[in-house]
């Protein structure tokens, strides 16, 4: 999660964007996982990049199929270009700074930051919205007012997210040495 904040202050994305990212996409019991992934639609979770990079390679030492990885799981097919060597895609500050400068630019394409996590996730537009609206439950709870910048009325504001006390307490703490 430290990747994160670093990455969103260096970046300029708005406080809590890429934590609340995490979270929809690797969050377990409210915490983003470093070394989740999504293979062939099974998950694994890894217990540090050596075993998550042993699962990049079927056994014949080919690049698997609808792979995605890490806490922010980045699709295997679509970034493996830039990612020299590959395994690098399983590193959790690699793999979060990233997605944060692939949100930067989606931003910039698209203009907005509601726009810019609708395509981070790659989905229909149905879906996108569903996407967007989870992201902005957790982000709602950790910053209301970055929260604002993905608001919609097809979000509900019903039940408080699953984010774990010590990630809420160590965004917080985040923002508060920020500002120190």
């Known amino acids: 999660m430290s990747h994160a904040i670093e990455a969103e202050r260096e970046l300029n994305i708005p406080p809590g964007l890429l934590v609340s990212i995490a979270l929809v996409e690797s969050g377990v019991g ?8 999504s293979v062939g639609g099974r998950a694994v979770f890894a217990d540090d990049g050596d075993a ?7 056994g014949k030492g080919r690049l698997r199929d609808n ?11 679509a970034h493996r270009s830039k990612f020299k060597p590959l395994e690098r895609i399983v590193d959790p500050r690699d793999n979060v700074w990233f997605a944060g400068r692939l949100l930067v630019r989606l931003h910039g394409e698209f203009g907005s930051w509601r726009s810019a996590v ?12 569903a996407y967007v609206c989870k992201v902005w439950h957790n982000l709602q709870a950790l910053d ?11 979000c509900d504001n019903d039940g408080a997210p699953a984010i774990a006390p010590k990630t809420r307490r160590t965004f917080r703490n985040s923002q508060v040495a920020a500002i120190d």
């Open 30 to 37: 409210g915490t983003p996982h470093p070394f989740a992934m």
């Open 52 to 58: 998550a990079a042993r699962h990049l390679r079927d």
């Open 67 to 77: 792979v995605y990885v890490g806490c922010m799981q980045l699709s295997l097919s």
């Open 118 to 129: 609708a395509r981070y996730n790659g989905a229909s537009l149905r879906r996108a919205e």
């Open 144 to 154: 209301a007012n970055s929260a604002k910048l993905l608001e919609s009325a097809a």
